[in-house]
């Protein structure tokens, strides 16, 4: 295959709301270009229409799809990523691989919260953005509201560069060559031409100079650099209107494309910087091969038989197969054995890549996500790229194999699915023996577990995660034990005197010996402290570990012939339990601080449901966007079902974060129930 020259390329991720028809549109695409490159072009739509299989994609997207494509003399990378709210953090994970985001949106839909977290990403990775407002087949779409709500959502720089028809039956341009009749279905075609411009040269003295003094001379050629730099900085959006099903508006889509969206030489690269000093390099846009090579893994696929393929978006310089290349700060350099494009699920062999290329690595562990690769120790070492805010998990779920001898297959599978999906999060809890995923939703989660299924064959029973409880006491006490064993011959005596007194919360356990005159020998202390222990971990009431205790013994007796370590022991462990048996014992919940972020009009609703769920707000504010966020403090065990009572309250809109803050007493009626649910399992 030949490539393409980085000035020819364009690298575009479509984003936005499930269903508005991004993997369509890409697929639509394809066979255009197809066919315009085996037919001309007036044939292109109608053949497109007839040979293009729409059922072959109805469900929602899970993963981001790449796809290439020729126009003209270009090559375009499109990144089909997917819309579904659970599946965003592997949507934006690919975003350090473009230059251009395309913002699909469904005219039926308007703005939604998934559009809006896209383009807060675009925001905040610097990426220039189109809007595609997509199924402009669809009857009665009302262009006037929905450009307002645009607008009103996004910015005043959100600006037609092309508008459906009145009668809805072509896509007229506003820009390229604006000269037509035609009525449009909001404003006239000189109305959006002129804000465009206007908007163009704001970003150039000169031009708007000459703009101010009525030189009209201002064409797309003329336009271009200032065009791409208002992209750049997002002073200008353009929007677009598309029909993935009838073929409305794709020639003036690869338009724009080929014409507006920048090349890689032009976009604006990911910021990298360096912990030690604090400092950070811009990375200049460069399509110069010669320069060093700097790339960066931006997304990883782990294919059970053909092993791990990492995608590489290439910043600067060249690389080819056989080439040796370092990772991060690592010093031993790896051999690219070979380097492929990806189209859809195929990969086909390439010999080489340059600066703005997307390719991929076989074969190499080292290329996780997010590393750099590159052949300069000395300067690249010391960077990293700037890390990716992914939404905080908001679903959890412990799974556990079915088969017990499955416990090493399940987690090598779920190293493999973690390093392929920035957004999972894994947790192995030590002392509950759980493994817990936590997603950013259940259809997220569903898909991990899908997988392990389907690709590993490997099938996981799934439950809530338990709530690690605590018991601890609220008073001082003293217990005792004398434990006396005769069992033929030699027997087991020791006797232990002890106090408990509580800590404050958080404080563990500190155990001490205050005996006097070795009523218990100095050599049977540390079996005292053992059986102490022991109950500690165990519980006394409920099963759940012991915390915030101070426990000292302070007398005791022994005999000269029975008396052995086994025997402080179980002494030690029973005068324990005499102990917290007086000492008022309870049993603690952990509480979560939670930051819950909805649109104003639920926040009747989210608060009286949190009084509900034994929650307290502790704060409530309201960010730029009309975006309140409440703080509070929450137990644990109400929050299991939250995503999906959340969403249910704020149209999906709300998210959540919460993490760890201290440990409560659980109301008595609780207390009660944990205690008589032991108590049956036990006896
Ligand atoms: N009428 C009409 N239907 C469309 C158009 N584009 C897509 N659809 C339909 O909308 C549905 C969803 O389309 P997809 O392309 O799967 O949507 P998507 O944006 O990729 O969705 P996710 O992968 O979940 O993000 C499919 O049934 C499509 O046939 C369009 O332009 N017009
Ligand atoms: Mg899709």
Request: charged share 20%.
């Amino acid at each position: 295959m030949t490539k393409a020259l980085p000035y020819s390329l364009r690298n575009i991720a479509l984003m936005g709301q499930t269903g508005s028809g991004k993997t369509t549109l890409t697929q639509y695409l394809l066979h255009y270009n197809r066919r315009i490159h085996s037919k001309n072009l007036s044939d292109a739509r109608n053949v497109v229409a007839d040979n293009f299989d729409k059922t072959k994609h109805p469900k929602p997207s899970l993963e981001t799809i790449f796809q290439q494509f020729p126009h003209l003399d270009a090559c375009i990378n499109l990144l089909d990523t997917p819309g579904y709210p659970d599946l965003f953090g592997r949507a934006m994970s690919v975003l350090p691989a473009v230059e251009s985001v395309a913002l699909v949106i469904n005219p039926q839909m308007g703005i939604e919260a998934s559009t809006r977290k896209a383009f807060q990403q675009i925001r905040e990775q610097n990426k220039c953005c189109l809007i595609i407002i997509n199924q402009c087949d669809t009857p009665k779409i009302k262009i006037a509201e929905l450009i307002t709500e645009i607008t009103e959502e996004i910015g005043e720089q959100c600006l037609p560069i092309n508008m459906l028809s009145d009668d809805a039956s072509s896509v007229i341009d506003c820009y390229f060559s604006p000269e037509t009749n035609e009525l449009l279905s909001y404003k006239t075609v000189d109305y959006w031409h002129e804000k465009i411009i206007e908007r163009v040269v704001e970003t150039n003295d000169k031009l708007l100079q000459r703009y101010l003094e009525q030189d009209d001379n201002f064409g797309p050629q003329q336009l271009h650099d200032a065009f791409e730099k208002a992209l750049r900085t997002r002073h200008i959006i353009p929007i677009c209107f598309t029909s993935a099903e009838t073929g409305l508006g794709i020639d003036l889509l690869l338009d724009i494309f080929y014409s507006i969206m920048p090349k890689p030489h032009e976009g604006t690269l990911p910021v990298l910087t360096n912990d030690h000093e604090a400092l950070s390099l811009i990375l200049q846009p460069e399509s110069d091969t010669a320069l060093p090579v700097l790339g960066q893994i931006f997304k990883v696929s782990i294919d059970p038989f053909i092993g791990q393929l990492s995608a590489v978006r290439l910043y600067q310089g060249r690389i080819e197969t056989g080439q040796q290349l370092m990772v991060n700060d690592d010093h031993t350099p790896f051999r690219i054995s070979h380097l492929y494009t990806i189209q859809g699920d195929k990969v086909s062999e390439i010999s080489e890549a340059g600066p703005g290329d997307i390719c991929a690595i076989p074969k190499e562990s080292r290329l996780q996500y997010g590393c750099l690769i590159h052949d300069n120790l000395e300067t690249f070492s010391q960077y990293h790229p700037s890390s990716l805010h992914f939404p905080p998990p908001m679903v959890s779920l412990a799974i556990a194999p079915q088969r017990h001898n499955d416990e090493s297959k399940l987690s090598t599978i779920l190293h493999r699915l973690a390093a392929e999906d920035p957004s999972l999060v894994i947790e192995h809890r030590e002392r509950q023996n759980e493994t817990v995923l936590h997603g950013l939703g259940s259809l997220h989660l569903n898909t991990i577990l899908d997988k392990m299924a389907n690709t590993y064959h490997l099938v996981v029973d799934t439950h809530i995660p338990s709530i690690p409880y605590r018991e601890t006491i609220t008073q001082n006490s003293t217990g005792h034990c004398r434990h006396k064993k005769q069992n033929g011959g030699s027997g087991q005596f020791g006797e232990v005197w002890l106090r408990i007194e509580p800590m404050p919360r958080g404080r563990g356990f500190e155990f001490a010996s205050e005996v006097v005159g070795g009523t218990i020998p100095s050599q049977f202390i540390p079996a005292v402290e053992k059986g102490v222990r022991e109950v500690m971990e165990q519980g006394a009431i409920a099963g759940y570990p012991l915390q915030d205790i101070r426990v000292i013994v302070y007398d005791g007796k022994h005999h000269s012939v029975d008396s052995k370590e086994i025997a402080f022991l179980t002494a030690g462990k029973k005068a324990l339990l005499d102990a917290i048996s007086q000492g008022m014992p309870v049993i603690l919940e952990p509480y979560m601080d939670v930051i819950i972020r909805i649109p104003q009009w639920s926040m009747g609703d989210i608060t009286g449901h949190l009084v509900s769920l034994r929650a307290i707000v502790t704060d409530t504010r309201s960010d730029d966007n009309n975006v309140l966020a409440i703080h509070a403090s929450a137990p644990l065990a109400s929050m299991a079902e939250y995503s999906n009572q959340l969403k249910a309250m704020t149209s999906g809109e709300g998210t959540y974060e919460m993490a760890f803050s201290h440990y409560e007493k659980v109301p008595s009626v609780i207390q009660k129930q944990l205690v008589s649910h032991f108590n049956e399992q036990t006896s």
